[in-house]
């Protein structure tokens, strides 16, 4: 069946623009995390929805940083007035509730100039 | 220090040989284990659970000591295919089911 997708696959930007990134999650999972993995370096967690519930934004790194998860699906997560450490790849995942088995996505490489 | 820590490597290995990665964590409330496979410019894939008897799946054995606090994963009869970055991923046992990344260890399998 269909994994995780996200868009765009890259994205360059200038630093102080504002970019959206997508994730479309596995259907049928009510579970929906966003990491982003810096060059050279392990997965960093920034938020976690579940179902209806209200998401945790504890690994958010500032307040640049803002998701949301329209109908318990498609989630977007926003960064505002990019910075250049902003750069890195963004990983959606998804999962069951309650299952501890992650499904990423293939990722957003931004780049900010 | 870490809550995952992992040796980064790399190692260089010849085709055919065995080859085990250590990890440690620091959470000793940590609940599940995991080893995901990430392959260059790819996202995470998992490879294999981690269970407290060890458990094997074809070439690949994971085992975990939880009085020591660390989990490790043999490869044996290493193929080329094999070369990936091997990330030891850890669930604290948080709310959400949120996983806590090891840096990764990168393997290159070598003719």
């Known amino acids: 069946g269909a994994g995780v997708s996200q868009s765009p696959s890259n994205k360059v930007t200038e630093k102080g623009k504002d970019v959206e990134l997508r994730c479309d999650p596995i259907?049928?999972?009510?579970?929906l995390y966003w990491y982003r993995q810096s060059l050279g370096q392990g997965l960093e967690f920034l938020i976690y929805?579940?179902?209806?519930?209200?998401?945790?934004k504890s690994g958010l790194p500032s307040d640049r940083f803002s998701a949301e998860r329209t109908g318990g699906s498609v989630s977007t997560l926003t960064i505002q007035r990019t910075q250049q450490e902003d750069s890195a790849v963004y990983l959606c995942?998804?999962?069951?509730?309650?299952?501890?088995?992650?499904?990423f996505g293939p990722g957003t490489r931004l780049t900010v100039t | 220090r870490k809550e995952v820590e992992q040796d980064p490597g790399p190692f260089n290995v010849p085709e055919g040989a065995t080859v085990a990665f250590n990890c440690t964590y620091s959470?000793?409330?940590?609940?599940?284990f995991f080893w995901y496979r990430q392959d260059c410019r790819k996202e995470p894939k998992l490879l294999m659970s981690?269970?407290?008897s060890g458990n094997e799946d074809g070439r690949f054995t994971a085992q975990l000591n939880r009085a020591s606090q660390y989990i490790s994963l043999l490869i044996r009869d290493s193929k080329l295919s094999d070369s990936a970055t091997y990330l030891c991923?850890?669930?604290?046992?948080?709310?959400?089911?949120?996983?806590?990344f090891g840096g990764g260890t990168r393997l290159m399998v070598k003719p």
């Open positions: 995942a998804s999962s069951l509730a309650g299952d501890r088995v992650k499904y």
């Open positions: 259907s049928g999972h009510t579970a």
């Open positions: 929805f579940q179902g209806n519930s209200a998401p945790d």
């Open positions: 959470n000793s409330a940590s609940q599940s």
């Open positions: 981690v269970y407290s």
């Open positions: 991923v850890v669930n604290p046992g948080n709310a959400g089911n949120m996983l806590t």
